[in-house]
Nanobody, 127 residues
Framework: VQLQASGGGLVQAGDSLRLSCVASGFTFRNYHMAWFRQAPGKEREFVGSIGWSGDVTYYADSVKGRFTIFRDNAKKMVYLQMNSVNPEDTAVYYC?????????????????????WGQGTLVTVSS
């Protein structure tokens, strides 16, 4: 069971960046997926999530309207499209998964809600 995130890097404020996360070792289409991030010196926080079918998404207020999560179940991939980034978006970004058999996606915003985690990819936004 593994998630591997990639796509991070150094970008300038206002730029766009797409993160990817590939899953292996489990039935991806049966899992809700989420992105979290952890800025230096801060706790890990919820960024957004997407239901197993891709029809439902939730976002943190801080990224709503700028970030979009989408998935490709055939490729076992989930993506985080980041637009209009700013220095406050600087963080290590993690993808996470939880079985959809545990219930609906609504309210699943805590780290403890997810039981599969990737290793993280660093995004640095310069001003």
């Amino acid at each position: 069971v593994q998630l591997q995130a990639s796509g991070g890097g150094l970008v300038q404020a206002g730029d766009s960046l797409r993160l990817s996360c590939v899953a292996s070792g489990f039935t991806f289409r049966n899992y809700h997926m989420a992105w979290f991030r952890q800025a230096p010196g801060k706790e890990r926080e919820f960024v957004g999530s997407i239901g197993w079918s891709g029809d439902v998404t939730y976002y943190a207020d801080s990224v709503k309207g700028r970030f979009t999560i989408f998935r490709d179940n055939a490729k076992k991939m989930v993506y985080l499209q980041m637009n209009s980034v700013n220095p406050e978006d600087t963080a290590v970004y993690y993808c996470a998964a939880v079985s959809a058999y545990r219930g609906g996606l609504n309210g699943l915003t805590r780290q403890s809600d997810y039981h599969v985690w990737g290793q993280g990819t660093l995004v640095t936004v310069s001003s």
